[in-house]
């Protein structure tokens, strides 16, 4: 069985910083793929960012030059750094991941975490 868990949602002011982990764990023999969504009250979940296991990277037009996504591949986590936070990016933030477990390759989602910036 395998779980991803986020941590490092929270409460806060624009302008502000936050940083978000995500840690694979359970029958894991490698992962590919790994990512950060996230979806607004009344909006489709969009991706925010997203991380080959290579390291090449992209990510959401809106969050462009503000986000910075990384990941520790011997730890099995994806981060998620986020600067100069505004209110339009309040949402649930869902991690994701394109893994090889003992059924072969799925993808996998976290629970999620909630993101709040006030203005």
């Known amino acids: 069985q395998v779980h991803l868990v986020e941590s490092g949602g929270g409460l806060v002011q624009a302008g502000g910083s936050l940083r978000l982990s995500c840690v694979a764990s359970?029958?894991?023999?490698?992962?590919?793929?790994m990512g950060w969504y996230r979806q607004a009250p009344g909006k489709e979940r969009a991706l925010v960012a997203r991380?080959?296991?290579?390291?090449?990277?992209n990510y959401g037009d809106s969050v462009k030059g503000r986000f910075t996504i990384s990941r520790d591949n011997a730890k099995n986590t994806v981060y998620l750094q986020m600067n100069s936070l505004k209110p339009e990016d309040t949402a649930v933030y869902y991690c994701?991941?394109?893994?090889?477990?003992?059924?072969?390759?799925?993808?996998?989602w976290g629970q999620g975490t909630h993101i709040t910036v006030s203005s």
């Open positions: 991380i080959t296991s290579g390291g090449s990277t």
């Open positions: 994701n991941a394109l893994l090889n477990d003992s059924g072969g390759w799925r993808v996998y």
């Open positions: 359970g029958s894991i023999f490698s992962i590919n793929n």
